[in-house]
């Protein structure tokens, strides 16, 4: 069942199994004849949801959705809440995360600590070099980088619109910096050819690790560096790994081409 559901869209496994907690509630509520009310039923029906998108193989961050959702509605419709609240919410959180429901990659922001462990991974000071940061959120990596290594070029990808205006604008008063709007897997783009790159920097998500390890030994040059945050590639051990003391223990992962 579980290789059933990975084939699907995240958001519609989400969707199937919130309509089966409802009945498994439903169904629990009718055989114990209990009778909870509105908000009580509605968090039982979250509590299962999140429980089988646990068991489903689920990103993390669904299972927060997925707990939260039946309790939303239920407040939403208690409070009488305007619906253009929730329209002005979605728009931002569409603006924010964008491609996430098809990208299983969501914005994850790298800590001050990670910079600067990126620091010694990058080529020897007075060396040319160039480097692309692949989902760059909103610039935190491009822009200290490119202030305390000046010597590098730095590109960044971004896919979602309202991260990359940020990303666009903390990037202006570097002109050893840019920002591209677009997905890491389009042909079409030449900035996501990694054959120029020096040293390429991801912090994705586990899911599009294999996929992105094959685009790299497809075109990165032999001498160059691969860098992931946190997420490794199966059944490729790294060639280095530094071990970063931030909130989330982060782990840079180096593979050298």
Not at 70 to 94: C, Q
Not at 196 to 203: G, I, K, P, S, T
Request: glycine share 6%.
């Amino acid at each position: 069942m579980q290789a059933l559901l990975q084939k699907l869209p995240p958001s519609v496994t989400a969707l199937l199994l919130q309509f089966t907690a409802f009945g498994l509630a439903l169904l629990f509520v009718r055989l114990t004849g209990l009778q909870p009310e509105l908000l009580t039923f509605a968090l039982l029906c979250g509590l299962l949801a999140a429980s089988l998108s646990y068991f489903a193989g689920q990103a993390r961050w669904w299972l927060a959705i997925q707990l939260t959702f039946a309790s939303a509605l239920v407040l939403m419709l208690t409070f009488e809440i305007p619906p253009g609240f929730f329209l002005a919410a979605f728009v931002i959180l569409l603006l924010v995360y964008w491609s996430t429901f098809r990208t299983q990659v969501p914005l994850y922001l790298s800590s001050n600590k990670v910079w600067r462990a990126l620091e010694g991974l990058l080529p020897p000071p007075g060396t040319s070099f160039r480097f692309i940061d692949l989902g760059s959120g909103l610039g935190g990596v491009l822009t200290h980088l490119a202030r305390v290594r000046p010597d590098g070029h730095y590109s960044g990808i971004e896919s979602a619109p309202l991260p990359l205006l940020m990303s666009w604008l903390r990037t202006r008063p570097y002109p050893n910096c840019e920002v591209h709007w677009g997905s890491i897997w389009d042909d079409t783009l030449v900035a996501c050819n990694l054959a120029q790159y020096d040293v390429v920097f991801a912090y994705l998500s586990p899911v599009p690790m294999e996929r992105l390890w094959r685009k790299a030994r497809a075109e990165m040059r032999p001498g160059t560096v691969l860098i992931s945050s946190t997420f490794s590639v199966p059944d490729q051990a790294p060639h280095q790994t530094v071990e970063v003391d931030d909130l989330h223990q982060s782990t840079l992962l180096v593979w050298r081409m």
